[in-house]
């Protein structure tokens, strides 16, 4: 796991939300004298995350569109961080590496060999590609064209959404607070879609006219292949089927997404679209862009770029499932490179543990030759601690 503090803050709970309205109603008792809105402004939830931005917002499309010849300082990183400087498979000796492709119809067939090629690519890649998965091409489709059309809608009809770093949902342009941090080179939108009290469709876009429909019906596909994908791992755990999503909190699982806009860069070799992080939550269901590469992969020292293969979607291993797994299964970092060409768009579903029961090292993988590798902690506690380490 790796400690990129920010780009793990794909969600934040109604929980310190709540905890925050509780913290002002206190000041305001405490304090009459203070106007209200002020109080709520300056006000911090748990996290210490604030209702504001600490600088202005600038939004990478609109830098985009500016026609700039150059990369704002703001977005150039450092030499050693660079695409690249770093090895890639643009490099010939590992021009054949690819993540694994695994055909799902196949394995619920009671196909060994995909149980097998599936649990290696888990413990070796954190990473593969599913297809036959059970979700129509054509809602792919709609969610991918939906979104570039909201990404591509005038600013004035994103801006309605703009979001904040209290929740992070809505349209946003930087994860983090630091004051003058090196930002990546994205938009983005992020919004929940269980437990069902955090879903609230007018936290969602409401244009283009069908996003809310497509996104809803998208969201309820890939909370199913979710809970597809956590019964496959658990059995290839060794465990019962249902005991990773029993352990992920049962029906009061999480699910979220994220859309990421990555417009084209002038100097694509001096950004990256994301920084280079592992997914905080449970296991990532990405619908990437089928004409644009930029996911990479770390494997060893190596930056792997995924080829998307047809109406497939990439899974990865979160955190959690690492924790869950002792370690067994990998949470793996990945980064996303830009391109001077083609904006690219991408559909981020987070799949993640109820976010206030202790996960930790299920009891079965843990033995006196392989003790817990983690202590107990929430999901809230370590989206928590892995922002003030
Ligand atoms: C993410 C992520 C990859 C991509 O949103 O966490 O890694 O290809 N996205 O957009
Ligand atoms: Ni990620």
């Known amino acids: 796991m790796n400690n990129q503090d920010e780009t793990k803050v794909e ?10 309205e509780q913290e002002v109603k206190t000041d305001n008792m405490s304090d009459q004298d203070k106007n209200t809105k002020e109080i709520k402004i300056e006000a911090k939830n748990k996290n210490g995350l604030g209702e504001t931005w600490p600088e202005p917002i600038v939004r990478v499309q609109s830098l985009a569109e500016s026609n700039l010849s150059t990369v ?41 060999d995909d149980m097998k090629k599936i649990s290696e690519a888990c413990r070796e890649w954190g990473f593969f590609q599913v297809i036959n998965h059970g979700v129509k091409p054509e809602l792919m489709d709609a969610a991918r064209e939906t979104w570039k059309s909201f990404f591509n809608l005038p600013v004035e009809d994103k801006e309605v959404h703009s979001n904040s770093p209290r929740t992070y949902e809505g349209y946003g342009s930087r994860l983090g607070v630091e004051k003058g941090a090196i930002l990546d080179w994205n938009d983005y939108y992020f919004l929940h879609f269980r437990p069902l009290p955090l ?50 909190g ?51 020292d190596t930056w792997i770029t995924v080829n998307p293969h047809p109406n497939a979607f990439i899974v990865n291993i979160g955190d959690q499932v690492q924790i869950l797994s002792n370690s067994k299964y990998k949470s793996v ?21 109820k976010s206030d029961i202790p996960i930790q090292p299920m009891q079965q993988l843990v033995t006196s030759t392989m003790p817990p590798l983690y202590p107990p902690m929430t999901f809230d506690q370590y989206r928590l601690f892995i922002r003030t380490q």
Not at 81 to 87: D, E, V
Not at 342 to 352: D, G
């Open 11 to 20: 969600t934040v709970s109604k929980n310190s939300f709540n905890d925050q």
């Open 72 to 112: 704002p300082d703001r977005y150039i990183k450092p030499p050693s961080q660079r695409p690249q400087t770093t090895i890639t498979n643009h490099q010939p000796e590992a021009a054949a590496l690819n993540i694994p492709v695994i055909d799902l119809d196949s394995l619920f067939l009671g196909n060994e």
């Open 199 to 248: 879903k609230d469709f007018n936290k969602w876009p409401s244009l283009p006219s069908n996003i809310r429909e497509v996104t809803d019906e998208y969201g309820k596909e890939l909370v199913k292949l979710g809970g597809r994908l956590m019964a496959i791992l658990s059995s290839n755990l060794g465990l019962k089927e249902e005991q990773l999503q029993e352990a992920f």
């Open 250 to 300: 049962g029906d009061g699982v999480g699910a979220c997404m994220r859309a990421n806009y990555y417009p084209k860069c002038p100097q694509p070799e001096l950004a990256l679209g994301l920084s280079p992080h592992s997914d905080p939550g449970g296991i990532t269901i990405l619908l990437p862009d089928e004409q644009v590469t930029g996911l990479q992969v770390r494997h060893g």
């Open 333 to 353: 970092e990945h980064r996303v490179t830009v391109n001077s060409e083609k904006e690219r768009v991408s559909l981020a579903f987070f799949y993640n543990p």
